[in-house]
């Protein structure tokens, strides 16, 4: 369904969720590529206005809504009791699932099309760049203490909602298939690309190899740790909600580090067409790594602080191969704003991951500097 659809089937889906007040307004909100996410705003009868998230669940890529729910109400209120023990509000540093008509977290259309509604989190704010390092610093500590909030999180009980979200190497072989099966007539144009992800095929199969072998472990990780899935205080700048949880599960702790990384380092948007303005700024890597190390507080292995730097190429390197593949396959995935968007989005990963390849030694030192 295109974004545009989903506009036209929100409509309904609004009436679905109880509300106080008179509907002011809706409008597309945030830069998330896989959601259609909408902003409600409300006019209570004291004048003031409450807001509301509605999205529309991406369905074609998380093929089972309902359990995904489940994991999201079983994770919220999870962390909400911890938020509550240490004197938190939980209003506002986890998310709040509004219940639909029917009572369920969920509302499914007339079309199959699942809806869900979270309250609004007010005076915060997420960022698609790092405008302050102050605030990337915050945004380690916050991914690395929400880890550890969930060290403790019956991990048998969440649904796998991506089947190998990160198995890097099964990516790695998908990637091929797409690559032999070139449905849209795109390889010929981006040979260069291709042969940057086959030559690194050893990156692809590391990590999947060190956890099977038991020298890294399994823990409830988020997944998907870009700076605009954190929610920063407009007046403190603290970190104060990790959003975007429709990809929590047993995953890898430096996968986490990596992806943060990967989005949050590079000195330019992911989709930045002049690669000249790409690079991993080994501040920003250092600032981040104190960070996540701190919030982790103490719960990393040697092993896992080791590779670190291993998790940051890595998670750069598969996220560039998934915007290739899709570039290949005819955009079916990442949402895309303008012709050759996925190229565009894979160049700067596969520029950032080079520059880490040189930047190996340093890397490397910063992380020795705080294990
Ligand atoms: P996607 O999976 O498409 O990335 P997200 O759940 O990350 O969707 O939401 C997209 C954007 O909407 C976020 O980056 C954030 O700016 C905003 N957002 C999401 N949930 C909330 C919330 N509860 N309160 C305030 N803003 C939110
Ligand atoms: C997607 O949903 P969003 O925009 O936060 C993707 C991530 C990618 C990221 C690249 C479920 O994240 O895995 O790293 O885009 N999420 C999913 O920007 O595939
Ligand atoms: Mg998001």
Redesign the pocket.
Known sequence: MTREEACMKKDDAIKHFPHEGKLLGYDL???????D?FLLEYELCDGNIKKV?L?RMNHEIFKKPIELMENILGVTSFLKEKIIENGGDPERET?NVITSDEGLPYYQDVDGNYWRA????EG?T?FDTVENPEDFYESAVAFGHFQRLLADYPAKTLHETIEGFHDTAARFKRFEQVVAEDKCGRAAAVQNEIQFVLKRKEVAETLGAMQRAGELPLRVTHNDTKL??I?LDDKTHKAICV??L?TVMPGLAINDFGDSIRFGASTGAEDEIDLSKIECDMKLFELYTKGFIQGCNGSLTQKELEMLPMGAKVMTYECGMRFLTDYLEGDVYFRIHREGHNLDRCRTQFKLVADMEQKWDTMNEIVKKYM
């Open positions: 909100y945030g830069n998330g590529h896989i959601n996410t998230i999205q998310l979270y309250r609004f989190i915060a997420s605009n899935n929610m959003i975007d429709d």
